[in-house]
């Protein structure tokens, strides 16, 4: 299983960014998709949750109206735009699966993660 | 939110000392844990989930147990490849949360 994200880069505040996230070597479509970001020296911070089919979506309150998570499942491709960044946006975004079958609430799989940084 | 609370926030051991980590939820999360392993530059790594189930190919030393509200990650003879950061995080309810994070190191 592979999960590569994409898309990252630095940004003055107030900016955009958009982020990409390919899967390998898994049914996509068969997974809970996430967004987790560390900030550096910082632990783990969940972002944004979007069900296998797209219908079902949470989001952080520190990034609710500012971000929109999506996925396509026929491209095994996540996504996460980005808005009105601020300078605590700035940090390491992974894109996380969850199994739905035997479902345990873990993130299974990690992309390698993809550096957001904010800064003027 | 439920706010999780890690303790010690750092530990540190010598090879083959038990180590024992806390993580206390501020509700009720049933047994909706998952312990993580941290390495530098590295995504987090599932070792327990569901509160007391060992995820495959984890070595046995490891262990979590607990339910509700006070959960432990426990190691019992700690080896030189587990000096790394642990937390815990709870998936009982939207938001998601992780706890402040458990340095190990070596002592």
């Known amino acids: 299983v592979q999960l590569e994200e994409s898309g990252g880069g630095m940004v003055q505040p107030g900016g955009s960014l958009s982020l990409s996230c390919v899967g390998s070597?898994?049914?996509?479509?068969?997974?809970?998709m996430n967004w987790v970001r560390q900030a550096p020296g910082k632990g783990p911070e969940w972002v944004s949750y979007?069900?296998?089919?797209?219908?079902?979506?949470h989001y952080a309150e520190s990034v609710r109206g500012r971000f929109t998570i999506s996925r396509d499942n026929d491209q095994s491709s996540l996504f996460l735009h980005m808005k009105s960044l601020r300078a605590e946006d700035t940090g390491l975004y992974y894109c996380?699966?969850?199994?739905?079958?035997?479902?345990?609430?873990?993130?299974?799989?990690w992309g390698q993660g993809v550096l957001v940084i904010v800064s003027s | 939110d439920i706010q999780l609370t890690q303790s010690p926030s750092s530990v540190s051991a010598s090879v083959g000392e038990r180590v024992t980590i806390t993580c206390r939820a501020s509700?009720?999360?049933?047994?909706?844990v998952v312990w993580y392993q941290q390495k530098p530059g590295k995504a987090p790594k599932v070792l327990v989930y569901?509160?007391?189930h060992l995820e495959s190919g984890v070595p046995s030393r490891f262990s979590g147990s607990g339910s509700g509200t006070d959960f432990t990650l426990t190691i019992s003879t700690v080896q030189a490849e587990d000096f790394a950061t642990y937390y815990c995080?709870?998936?009982?309810?939207?938001?998601?949360?992780f706890g402040q994070g458990t340095r190990l190191d070596i002592k």
């Open positions: 996380a699966c969850q199994r739905v079958a035997g479902a345990t609430g873990a993130f299974d799989y």
């Open positions: 070597g898994l049914r996509f479509g068969n997974y809970e």
């Open positions: 979007i069900s296998t089919s797209g219908t079902t979506i």
């Open positions: 509700q009720d999360v049933s047994t909706w």
């Open positions: 569901a509160a007391s």
């Open positions: 995080q709870q998936a009982n309810a939207f938001p998601i949360t």
